[in-house]
């Protein structure tokens, strides 16, 4: 059994930051890949960044330079650093692990950037 566990998000005026985090837990073996995902309103889900446990990152074009992915190895923990923040960033976001062959997705947190 693998659960994710999120938090961090809620509402910030534009031009603020948030930190969402993402823990799993249960039955840990090895972990590929961590990301985010975010689906606005009447929209469809997108990926927003990736990490790899090479280290590898990669970003949608709308947040880099402005959302940054990390990760904590040892607590099975993916981060996004969000940083000034849109309102076209409001939605609700994912995290994903892929595990083995597998991949797992979090419940999801909203976020809401006012103007």
């Known amino acids: 059994q693998v659960q994710l566990v999120e938090s961090g998000g809620g509402l910030v005026q534009a031009g603020g930051s948030l930190r969402l985090s993402c823990s799993a837990s249960g039955n840990i073996f090895s972990i590929n890949a961590m990301g985010w995902y975010r689906q606005a309103p009447g929209k469809q889900r997108e990926l927003v960044a990736v990490?790899?446990?090479?280290?590898?990152?990669n970003y949608a074009d709308l947040v880099k330079g402005r959302f940054t992915i990390s990760r904590d190895n040892a607590k099975n923990t993916v981060y996004l650093q969000m940083n000034s923040l849109k309102p076209e960033d409001t939605g609700v976001y994912y995290c994903?692990?892929?595990?083995?062959?597998?991949?797992?997705w979090g419940q999801g947190t909203q976020v809401t950037v006012s103007s």
């Open positions: 994903n692990v892929e595990l083995g062959t597998l991949g797992y």
């Open positions: 990490v790899t446990s090479g280290g590898s990152t």
